[in-house]
Every structure is written in structure tokens, then in C-alpha cells.
């Protein structure tokens, strides 16, 4: 790389900084080859989830969308500095509830935009960023940037563990900044406690996860006909998302440090409790939750009954028995079907 393109990276990567991005790397668009077979091997491995994957070939090749493309900036920035609220703890992934991709009162939001004018406006690049799904592959980008690794349990782990938010830039400048992780220690030989720990058995062994095994997926993209029925008891207390192969990783001890609070995330979650998902009429539900936790879109909004009946059955208290009577009431069969499934699994008949 020549002098100019060193500085030029350089002027990113503080900017990055400045700006309060963790880390900031640079990889020429090459190097998400790689990740192109990972994904065959992963649709080899569960040739299930094919279809779903497939989706994401476009991922290990961005030039064929934007021929313009050289390089890809990827910046990483903790989550794990936020509170999660007590109540929601074990109901919703870290990563949702800190999610700022659509979030415009948040500071991620506000930063990516700010970086992203910066390098069009002051630096004259041409970018693009991701829409809400990413514009590439941001896991493996970031560890081609050795700006973290990627773990066992398929997360990015940078230098405080893997509650980490990624950032994908696509330039069209050839440019270059690779870092050495700080904490690339592998995975210890005799450590299997996020395979083991799995409730749903979706991560077979490390690196290897079934999607539509997985309570993330499940809770929050699966319909009636799939696998939830079959996996709701193993699904336990999680509504949306789950974190149990990241809370049990010894690399996230002492990493969650909850010293700020996320953007109007303290007003929000007094809103949220099992109940009061099951109570709530559909409209009330969506203004409520589906800007935030977008994976389930606005005409959806049965899930959430559904979730919180399954997870009132995986938890039951008599204080309960009321919302289940309700809930057999509701105008959507599918929120009826799962107050039945919730009262069998409990072994009560309400009428
Ligand atoms: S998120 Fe939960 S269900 Fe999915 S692989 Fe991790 S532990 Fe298993
Ligand atoms: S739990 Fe163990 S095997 Fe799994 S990601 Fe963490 S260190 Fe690796």
C-alpha cells in the first residue's frame, strides 16, 4: 500500500475512534472469499437451513452488487456497556435490546451516520453501509481486520468479550488496516460449555449451529407450522433472542458491565412482563414493540403472545392461571392454540 493510502486509512481509523467505535479496520473486499465457504460448508452441514443461507451468498462477494467496491471499513463497538433491565433479563438477547441499526435516538445510529459522512464528505469515498440485515458478512470482516475473533459459538468476540454491536463500510478505495487482536487466546481444547449449555441443541458442536434450531431464530422468525412447538420447552424463559452460549463463555466474565443506560430502554421495559404481552390489544403491541425489536414485523405480533404463553409454561406460577384464562379468549387462534399448549404442558384445564 503506498504512503498515501497508510495515511489515509490511518485518518479513518482515528476517525473511528474519535467517534467511539472500539476498533477500526480495513480489508480489501478479497478477503471475505473465505466466508463464501464457510457458507457452503455450513449448508453442507445442515442442509436444512440451505435455503434460509442462501440468501447470504451475496455476502462473500459485495462487488457483484456494487462493481465500484474495494475495500470494506469495519468498526466494532461494546454493547455490554449497557444496563439490561432487571425484568428482562433471560427474556430478551442483549443484542436486541441494545440493537441501534433503526434506532435513531441512540448513539450508534447517530455515530454511523457521522462516520459515514465523513468519509463520503471530508475523505470524497464512495461507501455504502448496510440496510438493517448488513451489507456483508460483519463477523467475518471483522476478524479478517483482527479486530476480534469469532468464537465456538459462532459470536465475534472483541476485546471485552462478544456483547460487541459491528459496523460494515463498503469504499470504493483500495485501502488496508489490520489489527492484532488483543485477545485471540483459542477457545481451550476441553471447553464445550456453549455446546453444552445450548438449551435447543442448535449448536451441534463448536462453529456448527443449526438456524432453525436456534431460540433466536425460533422465537422471533418462526411461524406457526415450524419447529417452535417441537423446542418450545427447551426455549424456557427466552420471548426474543436468547444468550445462554454467550453468558456461560468464560471470555464474557466480568465483561457486562451495565454502566449506561440504552436510549429509552428503562421506560420501555416497564411496559414489558409476560402478563402484560398477553394482555395487550394487537395495536398497542405494535406501537410498543415493533420499531424496537423489528425482527418480528408489525403484522406478527401474535408471536409475542405466543412467546410469553410458552414461556409462562416454562415458569409457571399460579399467579398466571389468569392471563392463560385470557389469553384462551384472544382473537388470534394461534395466541388460543398456545394458551391450550401452555395449560397442557402444566397439566391444568382452564375454561
Ligand atoms: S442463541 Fe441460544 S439456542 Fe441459539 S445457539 Fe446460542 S444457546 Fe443455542
Ligand atoms: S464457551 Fe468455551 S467453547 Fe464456547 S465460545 Fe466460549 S470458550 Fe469457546
Known amino acids: 500500500m503506498s504512503a498515501d493510502s497508510t495515511k489515509y486509512a490511518e485518518k479513518i481509523v482515528r476517525r473511528a475512534a474519535a467517534l467511539g467505535f472500539e476498533r477500526c479496520g480495513i480489508i480489501r473486499v478479497s478477503a471475505m472469499k473465505g466466508y463464501g465457504e464457510a457458507l457452503a460448508a455450513r449448508m453442507a452441514r445442515f442442509p436444512e437451513t440451505a435455503p434460509m443461507l442462501r440468501n447470504f451468498i451475496p455476502f462473500a462477494d459485495p462487488t457483484e452488487k456494487c462493481p465500484w467496491v474495494k475495500s470494506i471499513v469495519i468498526c466494532s463497538r461494546r454493547c455490554g456497556v449497557y444496563r439490561v ?29 457521522l462516520f459515514e459522512k465523513y468519509m463520503t464528505d471530508e475523505l470524497h469515498l ?110 424456557g424463559g427466552w420471548i426474543y433472542g436468547c444468550d445462554v452460549c454467550q453468558d456461560v463463555c468464560p471470555f464474557n466474565k466480568g465483561e457486562l458491565t451495565g454502566e449506561r443506560e440504552f436510549n429509552g430502554l428503562a421506560e420501555l421495559s416497564a411496559e414489558i412482563s409476560l402478563e402484560k404481552l398477553v394482555a395487550m390489544d394487537y395495536a398497542s403491541l405494535r406501537n410498543l414493540l415493533s420499531a ?12 409475542w403472545k405466543r412467546n410469553a404463553l410458552n414461556a409462562i409454561a416454562n415458569n409457571w406460577e399460579e399467579r398466571y392461571a389468569d392471563t392463560i384464562m385470557l389469553a384462551l379468549r384472544d382473537e388470534d387462534e394461534r395466541v388460543r392454540e398456545a394458551a391450550a399448549g401452555a395449560g397442557a404442558a402444566i397439566g391444568r384445564t382452564f375454561l
Open 85 to 113: 433491565p432487571d425484568n428482562l433479563g433471560g427474556m430478551i438477547g442483549k443484542h436486541y435490546l441494545f440493537d441501534e441499526r433503526r434506532d435513531a435516538g441512540s448513539d450508534g445510529y447517530r455515530d454511523t451516520a
Open 126 to 235: 464512495q461507501t455504502a453501509s448496510g440496510n438493517d440485515y448488513g451489507i456483508t458478512a460483519c463477523r467475518w470482516a471483522a476478524k479478517e481486520a483482527g479486530i476480534g475473533v469469532i468464537r465456538g459459538n459462532n459470536f465475534f468476540y472483541g476485546d471485552h468479550g462478544s456483547y460487541y454491536s459491528l459496523y460494515a463500510f463498503l469504499i470504493g478505495e483500495e485501502l488496508e488496516y489490520i489489527h492484532s487482536p488483543l485477545n485471540n487466546t483459542p477457545c481451550p481444547d476441553n471447553c464445550n460449555l456453549c455446546v453444552k449449555n445450548c438449551p435447543t441443541r442448535s449448536l451441534a458442536e463448536p462453529y456448527a449451529m443449526s438456524a432453525f434450531k436456534c431460540a433466536s431464530f425460533l422465537t422471533n422468525k418462526a411461524g406457526e407450522d415450524s419447529g417452535f412447538k417441537e423446542h418450545g420447552a427447551e426455549i
Open 292 to 303: 424496537k425489536f423489528w425482527y418480528i414485523p408489525p403484522d406478527e405480533m401474535w408471536k
